[in-house]
């Protein structure tokens, strides 16, 4: 019997895993601290872009070895430009995922914010960077009445989205008119911005150096910033380690791209589009808003967020990606016609989201999951294009590694939970 009597508490041990600072653990540890990091991580079902980095090496590797067509520098050159288009409206998903919802409107969307510059341009004329605002504009306006009616009438965003796929589609059919599909000039500002590519050596080594560069010194200023706020930090060794680690994958790719044309500039514009919106969903207040509405609705109210509007604003950010990549689509194939948005690209940009380590539940996820979930999805389509195989194939496998990866965020979270850290 306990002392103090049969009413007296009874310690029992906690079962959750402490939470420790990895910064703590490797300044302290050093190198035996990256692994006992490791599998704290693994062990406790933090993931973080493990299973796709491990997917796409695989899918690299099978692909490389059936053909080696699939990794020569003119085909993944061609993949980095392929992937654009899907890949920016995938960041609109990342940002509406970490709230826990979901935006089925965003391919008719991009059909839709396609046709408006078309129309305005080719058959208003209209000045090109009139049409271009316009279409992205019309973007944001989407956004904003879809965020409306989720967030101040209290429609569920699934219905609110699912009307607006079919209403934004029929918009879309009504502004193109009877023809169908309006051609692209093929000189006009969004074909440029997908057809250039700079061939100068020096441009793709450049882009990958500033790359660098820019991650070493955000490193350094965290690391100041949070030993002069007492709390712990990466060692020098681990911003080293990290920066380095980079470096070799982004010159590995600059030198891949020279070896074919260059650096394209709808894939440099890709790259900046997520490392700006990375920093503001990890650096800004908003972001963090957008965090903690994903984790806990309500205990964000009840911290002061002005959830009504950051929920708005996601979905306007949302609408406003799917506007930029329906106009990359568009420089694509030269055109706006009554198929732009439909197909398989709603199902690839969220799948391309999720694959790339977003979770379906909120609150956790990374505008770099758009470009790793682009680069799966679109390396598996081109692998069997080159296979020859059919597209009822392909199909299969994309919808059996997004499950996949939904398997492994539900089983990742349910570990957190064991953990005592979800």
């Known amino acids: 019997m ?6 007296a508490p009874v ?21 035996s601290g990256y692994v006992q990091e490791f599998r704290r991580r693994i062990g406790s079902g933090e993931l973080g872009s493990l299973p796709v980095i491990v997917a796409l090496i695989v899918i690299w590797a099978v692909f490389g ?53 078309a129309v305005l341009l080719v058959t208003h004329g209209v ?28 429609v569920p965003a699934f219905v609110v989205t699912l009307a607006g796929n079919l209403g934004w589609n029929g918009l879309m059919l009504q502004i193109l008119g009877s023809t169908g599909t309006v051609n692209l000039p093929g000189t006009d500002i969004v074909s440029r911005l997908y057809t250039t590519i700079y061939g100068q050596q020096a441009a793709a080594y450049g882009a990958a150096a500033v790359g660098v560069v820019l991650f070493l010194v955000s490193s350094l200023v965290d690391t100041r910033r949070r030993r002069a706020a007492g709390v712990p930090f990466r060692p020098p060794m681990d ?15 600059a030198y891949t791209l020279n070896q074919y044309k260059g650096l394209p500039l709808a894939l440099l514009i890709f790259l900046i589009f997520i490392v700006v919106l ?36 996601v979905f306007m950010i949302t609408s406003t990606m799917a506007a930029v ?3 990359f689509l568009a420089a694509q194939i030269q055109s706006a016609s009554q198929t732009s948005g439909g197909g398989n690209l709603l199902m690839n940009a969220i799948a391309a989201a999720v694959i790339g380590g977003t979770s379906l539940f909120g609150g956790r996820g990374s505008t770099w999951s758009a470009l790793l979930g682009a680069l799966v999805i679109g390396s598996i389509q081109s ?7 059919s597209n009822a194939l392909q199909f299969m496998i994309t919808g059996a590694v997004l499950l996949a990866a939904v398997v492994i965020d539900s089983l990742s979270r349910r570990t957190q939970k064991a953990a005592g850290r979800a």
């Open 383 to 389: 692998g069997m294009n080159i296979e020859g195989l």
């Open 2 to 7: 306990p002392k103090g009597g049969v009413n």
């Open 65 to 117: 070895s059936l053909n080696s067509t699939f990794l020569s520098a003119q085909n993944l050159s061609n993949l980095s430009q392929q992937i654009v288009g899907t890949g920016m409206i995938a960041i609109g998903v990342v940002f509406v995922l970490l709230l826990g919802e979901i935006d089925l409107s965003v391919g008719s969307v991009s059909g839709l914010c396609a046709a408006i510059y």
């Open 278 to 313: 990375d920093f503001v969903l990890r650096r800004t207040t908003y972001g963090r808003q957008i965090f903690a509405l994903g984790g806990n609705i309500e205990g964000a109210r009840r911290a002061g967020i002005n959830v009504s509007w950051t929920r708005i604003s």
């Open 325 to 327: 990549g329906g106009l």
């Open 239 to 253: 911003i080293a380690l990290r920066t380095i680690a980079i470096a070799v994958v982004g010159f590995l790719a």
């Open 127 to 154: 000045n090109q960077w009139v049409a271009l605002l316009a279409a992205l504009a019309g973007g944001a306006v989407v956004g904003l009445i879809q965020g409306f009616f989720f967030a101040k009438v209290g």
């Open 11 to 31: 310690e029992v041990a906690a079962a959750a895993t402490p939470a420790v600072d990895p910064r703590l653990i490797v300044r302290q540890q050093g190198l």
